[in-house]
Nanobody
Framework: QVQLVESGGGLAQPGGSLRLSCAAS????????IGWFRQAPGKEREGVSC????????MYANSVKGRFTISRDNAKNTVYLQMNSLKPEDTAVYYC?????????????????WGQGTQVTVSS
């Protein structure tokens, strides 16, 4: 049974940092792409970053390039999202998701399994 569990959300000040974790079970990361997405109140869910474990390829949304870093620990079956230089507009519920697609993509429809989300609030 595929499960994805996010953790690490919370309250951060503008300019601060948080690290999100996505613990996967029921499958191994080696053959899948894991994506991070976020949804702010009243807005559509959007892709943030993804990592393809087979070759380590990475993609970022323009809005987070240079501030967020995605990484994986295959031994722990966990994907991380290090978020630095946080801005109030980064406030959202953050979700991780799994796709078996060979494409490196942030297209939501390509993702099959989703976690329950973790709240990130950036405010002074």
């Amino acid at each position: 049974q595929v499960q994805l569990v996010e953790s690490g959300g919370g309250l951060a000040q503008p300019g601060g940092s948080l690290r999100l974790s996505c613990a996967a079970s029921g499958f191994t990361l080696d053959y899948y792409t894991i994506g991070w997405f976020r949804q702010a109140p009243g807005k559509e869910r959007e892709g943030v970053s993804c990592i393809r474990s087979s070759d380590g390829s990475i993609m970022y949304a323009n809005s987070v390039k240079g501030r967020f870093t995605i990484s994986r620990d295959n031994a722990k079956n966990t994907v991380y999202l290090q978020m630095n230089s946080l801005k109030p507009e980064d406030t959202a519920v953050y979700y991780c998701a799994q796709t078996s697609s060979l494409l490196l993509t942030l297209s939501i429809v390509r993702y099959d399994y989703w976690g329950q989300g973790t709240q990130v609030t950036v405010s002074s």
